[in-house]
Each structure stands twice: as C-alpha cells, then as structure tokens.
C-alpha cells in the first residue's frame, strides 16, 4: 500500500512539473498554407553522422540510441547554451556553460555554472573543453571592433586580447533611458553594427545600442519588439546578414520559437511559421532524437554573416526531473542549416505593384551553380509575405553569365510595399531541396539615423512651464534637422504641449531642447503622453510616457 502510495506520488509530481513546462499554442490559420521553405524551421538538415550509434549513455528512450559526439556531451557534466567563434587558428572555439551532473540539486544547480572554452577542428564537434572561463550562465560570446573578445554572462561578462584568455571579468552600465526595462536584464544577446558599433536585445525584447559594445549599453523602444502574442519569451538571438537584421525568440511555455527580420534592428517584422521546435534533430542515417526541449539557440555565421548551423541546448526531461546521479541530463548539441543564396535585385527603381519585370542574379559560390543547381521553373521572388505562401513573380526568362544566372520575373504579384525592405526568393535545386536567398531592394535606405527622446523635464518659468527633452542619434549615419512634438491626453483628445527643431545630431551625440509650454497642466497631476519626432514622416518615431510636475 506504501509503495502504491508512493508510486502515484510521483506520477503526480511528474505530471505537475509536465504541466508546468508545457502548454499548447494555436497556430494561426494561414499557417497551414505555407510552402516549404516559408518557415525557419524548413531550414534544419540532418546532422551528419560522426562516432558510434550508441545506448550506452544516459538519456531518457527517446533520445537513445544516439550519436554522442555532435556537439559537446559527457557522463561528468550537465551543459547549456553557448556559441561557436571561429579562431585565427581554424579552429571552432565554443564557450559553453555547465555544472556537474551529481549535483545535489541537479539541473536546478544551474545558477552555480562554470563557463568553459572547449575547442574542435570540426564545427559539429566533438568539443573538448580546453580550460575554464570562470562562473556564469547563459554564455554569448562576441568579437569587439577592437580585436577584443567578450563573453556575456548573467550579470556581466569576461573580457580578453584572445580566445585563450586570461579573462577579466567586468560588469556592464545600463541606461534605460526612462523606459521600463522589460523583464530585467538577462539573456541578452547582441550583434556588431556595420560601424563597429553594437545592438543588444534583452530578455523581454528591448533595444540597447552600445558605441563599443562594452558600455553604456542605452535603451531606445519603450515596448517589446516580439510578435503580439501569449508567449512566455525567454532566449533571444540577433545576427545580422549583408542584407538584413534576423531575430529568433523562445516561447519556453508553448516550446515555440518565433523568426523576425528588420533592416535597423529596431523596427522589425514577424515571420509566418515555427522558427523551430521539438522533433528537428534527425541524422544523415535516418535515425531521429527527440529531445524534450530546445532552448538557447545560437548560429555559426560566415563571411557574409549567413547562419550555417543551429547551436543549441538540449534537455531530455523537465528540467526539475533531472536529478543527481540519475540517468537525465543536457548537452550542447549542432544541426547544420540551409543556407541562403547570394542574389540581388539588378532593377534601378524600387519595386512596386506596377514593376512589369524584376531582374535577379543569382552567385555562383563553392559548392554551388546556379547553373546546374536550380530547379529555374520553381522559383518565386518578392515580399515574404507572398512568397512565403507560394505566391509572388514567376520567372519569364533566364540568362546564362559568368559565375551566376540572372533570372527575370513577371513583376505582377511581387507583393511589394514601402513596408518591405528584402526580397524573398523562394524555390528548389535540381535534387529537390529548399533554396531561398534575401535581397536589398532598390530605393530602399538601410542606413538611417534613429532619434531617440529621452522623458520630458518640467520646471517652473515666469509663470509658465520650461520642458527640457535630451534627444539622442542611435543610427550610423548623421541625422537631418528635424521636427519635434511632445502631446498629451485630456481626455478623449490628443494635445499639443510644446513643439521644437532638433538639430543635426552625428551617431550617438545628443542635444537636450528647451521648449516653452502652450498650454497649462495641472500640477501634481499625471498625463499620458508621447514624444514624436518628424511626425509627418511614415516611420515618426514615437515615444510613450506620463508626464506632470
């Protein structure tokens, strides 16, 4: 009777902690009308096959038997996270964090994690651990424009001249600029700017600049940037292509992740699909691994900064069922991804819905011709709204060149507006596989400033109200003279407050207007209102904020 007792106790404890780590979420409907290569998710390959296929290790059935050299796994440590730096050796340096697999509290030792660098000639591993970073969680590692090298942790990050260290552990400064900072900071993730100059996004999918990529790290949206849905969003990633912005975020709850595209990093757009979910690491024999849960994805980048694999951690349970000692735990593990082709558009004026014909090329490059590879008559081009749904320009001709084909589209059913910045090209090879590749539009600016205001300070003057507005340039170009207008709500009307010019402002150098009030507020009183700059113009920057004195 006590072991029955017993034995219910814990299907029940199995079952609660299931629940907590699991909800279903609805897919949208158009969703089903996706062709292959509309999601992220299309993307995953099988890993190649390296070492033994083998049970004799841990892991929950569904993961046995398995190849045990992809990525980073053994019997003494539990791993998570972590990302790939290629060295100036040819050797792929992975930092990684971990903790030992008898710890008394198992997975949930994790806020106890060592940050280990481990090295291997192979991108897809196996990984050895090489030495030993110091404590943290959550590791990203990342290059500054300076040579340096920076390995984010929780709360703060290592520093050193090379891959091997020594590292200096520091602490970040962080300005939210007088905007709510979403969920804390933590998990962040960052990318280098075309100017050396760095974006961050932070667990709750706020933007920070920073000039160097050490600090300050200065926040400029005042919501989050991810899809307007029921999500629990953890895990973010941002890297950047020569031609866009990309963004994947974790639903942990729903075990969804989501797939973003921008061309400032700022403002960005939702795309249709799973970025991926449970179920994608399959091997080049067939044999499948289901592991329970994927989290802090992070990708490997050539030169042209395409993400060429997934790098991911693995867990084979809930997290609270991995236990000391026991036959549970997690690893790093490496699945290899399609990657996008070199193309662009040759068109001199920007594509709209009257464009009659769209010229692509499209590179040759190792491992791949354009003029054998491509299936031409499968081939669709224009905005990924379209294309992602087997829509958009069908190919009228195509033209043999040295190094690439240039393939020309009927126009009619691009799809695109002054809200797309790529263009998609959505197709198959010759053996039948995905081939898609992103393309800078022309009449399209992609370098910008990004005014930014800070919240308006009040102070009595000679009857009226003096309002100070420090206004800052987050962009990598100068900006123009520009308009500035500060609103409030009375009501169910929208006031004017105070008006001014901000002046040219060079990347990250600020100005502080002083503005006169137009009208009287109620002291003591709280106001909702916004800050627009150029509101005449279709991307106004807006910032939200209560306002009184």
């Known amino acids: ?70 990525g980073i796994e053994d019997p003494t440590n539990s791993y998570w996270g972590g990302n790939v730096i290629v060295g100036e050796d040819g050797l792929y340096h992975l930092f990684v964090c971990g903790w030992p697999e008898d710890s008394p509290k198992g997975h949930m030792f994790w806020p106890n994690s060592t940050v280990f660098h481990a090295v291997s000639e192979n991108s897809f591993g196996p990984y050895r651990i090489e030495d030993v970073v110091g404590p943290g969680h959550n590791p990203e590692a990342y290059q500054l424009q300076d040579g340096r090298y920076v390995i984010y942790v929780i709360d703060g990050y290592y520093i050193s001249e090379t891959l091997e260290g020594p590292w200096k552990f520091g602490t970040y400064e962080f300005d939210a600029r007088d905007r709510e900072i979403i969920e804390g900071l933590s998990n962040l993730t960052f990318e280098q700017r075309e100017d050396g100059s760095f974006i961050m996004i932070c667990r709750g999918g706020g933007v920070w600049f920073s000039r160097d990529g050490l600090s300050p790290w200065l926040q400029v949206t005042d919501k989050r940037v991810y899809p307007d849905v029921d999500g629990r969003f953890e895990d973010p990633l941002i890297w950047r292509t020569n031609v866009q912005y990309h963004l994947i975020v974790n639903d942990w709850l729903g075990r969804i992740a989501w797939y973003l595209r921008s061309k400032d990093g700022i403002n960005w757009k939702v795309d249709p699909g799973e970025a991926y979910l449970p179920g994608i690491a399959k091997y080049e024999d067939g044999t499948v691994v289901d592991w329970f849960k994927y989290e802090r994805i992070k990708v490997l980048q050539d030169a042209h900064g395409r993400a060429t694999q997934a790098h991911f951690a693995v867990i084979d349970t809930v997290k609270w069922n991995d236990l000391e000692n026991d036959h549970h735990s997690s690893k790093h593990i490496v699945i290899p991804l399609t990657v996008g082709r070199l193309i662009s558009v040759l068109n ?38 379209e294309v992602n749904y087997g829509w958009g320009s069908s190919v009228l001709s195509t033209e043999r060149v040295e190094n690439a084909v240039i393939v020309t589209f009927d126009g009619h059913g691009n799809g695109c507006t002054e809200d797309n910045f790529a263009g998609k090209l959505l197709g198959k090879t010759t053996e039948g596989a995905v081939l898609f590749g992103y393309a800078r539009l022309p009449g399209v600016r992609y370098l910008e400033p990004a005014l930014s205001a800070r919240k308006p300070v009040f102070a009595a003057v000679e009857g009226t109200y003096q309002i100070e507005i420090e206004v800052q340039n987050f962009g990598q170009v100068a900006s123009e003279k520009a308009e500035l207008q500060l609103l409030y709500r009375e009501g169910e009307r929208e006031l004017e407050l105070a008006s001014g010019r901000i002046p040219v402002l060079e990347p990250f150098e600020k100005t502080v207007l002083t503005l006169l009030s137009s009208r009287a507020l109620e002291k003591g009183r709280l106001y909702q209102a916004r800050v627009l700059i150029d509101p005449d113009d279709v991307d106004k920057v807006t910032f939200n904020t209560t306002i009184g004195y």
């Open 1 to 70: 009777m006590i072991v029955r007792l017993l034995l219910v106790s814990a299907i029940s404890l199995t079952s609660l902690s299931l629940s907590a780590q699991i909800t279903e979420r609805e897919r949208p409907v158009e969703w089903a009308k996706l062709v292959h290569g509309g999601r992220f998710m299309d993307r995953f390959l099988p890993i190649p096959v390296m070492g033994e296929l083998t049970r004799d290790t841990w892991g929950a059935e569904g993961v046995l038997p398995r190849y045990t050299q992809n």
């Open 348 to 385: 001199r004026e920007p594509i709209t819905t009257s464009t009659e014909a769209i010229h692509v090329r499209i590179e040759a490059e190792d491992g791949f011709d354009p003029h054998s590879d491509v299936d031409l008559a499968s081939l669709r081009f224009g905005a990924p709204e």
